[in-house]
């Protein structure tokens, strides 16, 4: 089954503590993203991979990073996260781009 | 700056009755347009994509929506509603050229048995 697979779930950390959100695809896509989403202000991009080793920042990247070693892969690092990474966030791959196909999301609490 | 505008943040449709989501956009340029949906605790579903040619796409889930360029929008339409549509839909656009992705705030659709 085509699917985009993001660990954990769920995830309930303290403040600094280094955590890494992990995305897999098996559709083969060239593109990935990662999103964040908060009440009222829908999705927000925050790095894209065009292919492996090439990424660029999305429009709230502070705080993040990213690496793209293998094609199906796209890992979210928080390195020392914070209250306001409090957030819903979303992997998304594309073949093109442009149609996107989303994980399930992983809800991400910083105390 | 490029912007996505979902000026209906809830609305409340009867089972059966047609609906009409509205997006609105500021670039310079024609973006590529999605509408996406997201039922409670799920990752989103593409619905439907427009990057050319004819103004008027057909969608999963018997959703349509129309491409105005006079306009700058992108309005997602459905005739007959079903209970199962209840969700939240958000309007996205892709910049040509960048692989950068805009989204809309959303809006929150329910519907009356």
């Known amino acids: 089954e085509a699917q985009v697979t993001q660990n954990p779930r769920y995830l309930i950390t303290v403040t600094g503590k280094k955590l890494t959100v992990t995305c897999s695809q098996n559709m083969n896509h060239e593109y990935m993203s990662w999103y964040r989403q908060d009440p009222g202000l829908g999705l927000r991009q925050i790095y894209y991979?065009?292919?492996?080793?090439?990424?660029d920042k999305g429009d709230v990247p502070e705080g993040y990073k990213v690496s793209r070693k293998e094609k199906r892969n796209f890992p979210l690092i928080l390195e020392s996260p914070s209250p306001n990474q409090t957030s819903l966030y979303f992997c998304?791959?594309?073949?093109?781009?442009?149609?996107?196909?989303f994980g399930p999301g992983t809800r991400l609490t910083v105390t | 700056a490029q912007s996505v505008t979902q000026p209906d943040i809830h609305i409340t449709v009867s089972e059966g009755a047609s609906l009409e989501l509205r997006c609105n956009y500021s670039?310079?340029?024609?973006?590529?347009l999605f509408w996406y949906v997201q039922s409670p605790g799920q990752g989103l579903q593409l619905l439907l994509k427009y990057f050319s040619g004819d103004t008027l796409v057909q969608g999963i889930k018997g959703f349509e929506a129309e491409f105005k360029r006079s306009q700058s929008s992108f309005n997602l339409r459905k005739p007959s509603v079903h209970w199962s549509d209840a969700a939240e839909y958000f309007c996205?656009?892709?910049?040509?050229?960048?692989?950068?992705?805009?989204f809309g705030t959303g809006t929150r659709l329910k519907v009356l048995a």
């Open positions: 998304a791959s594309s073949f093109t781009g442009y149609e996107q196909y």
């Open positions: 991979s065009m292919n492996v080793e090439v990424t």
């Open positions: 996205a656009v892709g910049l040509p050229g960048t692989y950068k992705y805009i």
């Open positions: 670039y310079g340029a024609t973006p590529y």
